[in-house]
């Protein structure tokens, strides 16, 4: 295997069995700006010719997720959004229109993360911290001017 991306390179990695569908499910999300959706990516293997059933395709993001391979965040709306993994990313502002998503690390979170650990005596805590809005392409869009706003490839 030569000139994988990193989704796709570190399913091995991740323990995970190099399928053909896992290839094609990483390379998606590789390709993918921003979180995406399990139909969304069901939707792009489709247009790509690529004969992966939708079931197959949330089974294979969620060994990609409980390997550690990808990240995964709950929208608004309840459904699992996922994009390349993030080692240093805890905290994203998410556009609900585009799925566009910026990582917003900040000291004053951590700190605030820190303190809630502290004070409860729990350790070996992991987090997430997710705003959700609109990005000012999609607001700009929304409000008229569609020439500045455009989808985000992978979103839907």
């Known amino acids: 295997m030569t ?4 989704v796709t390179g570190a399913l091995d990695e991740g323990g995970l069995r190099v399928t053909r569908q896992r290839r094609a499910v990483a390379a998606v999300i590789e390709r993918s700006v921003g979180f995406t959706s399990a139909r969304q990516v069901y939707e792009l293997l489709a247009e790509e010719g690529a004969s992966v059933g939708l079931a197959t395709v949330y089974r294979c993001l969620h060994a990609l997720d409980k390997a550690g391979v990808i990240d995964s965040v709950r929208s608004e709306a309840g459904e699992m959004l996922y994009r390349r993994h993030c080692a240093d990313c805890d905290a994203h502002l998410v556009c609900r229109r585009c799925g566009r998503t910026v990582d917003i690390g900040s000291q004053v979170i951590e700190h605030w993360v820190r303190g809630v650990i502290d004070n409860h ?3 070996d805590v992991a987090y997430t911290f997710e705003l959700f809005g609109t990005c000012p392409d999609c607001l700009r869009e929304a409000s008229g001017d569609a020439s500045a706003g ?4 992978g979103a839907g």
């Open 150 to 153: 455009r989808p985000m490839p």
């Open 3 to 6: 000139d994988l991306g990193p």
């Open 121 to 123: 005596g729990f350790s």
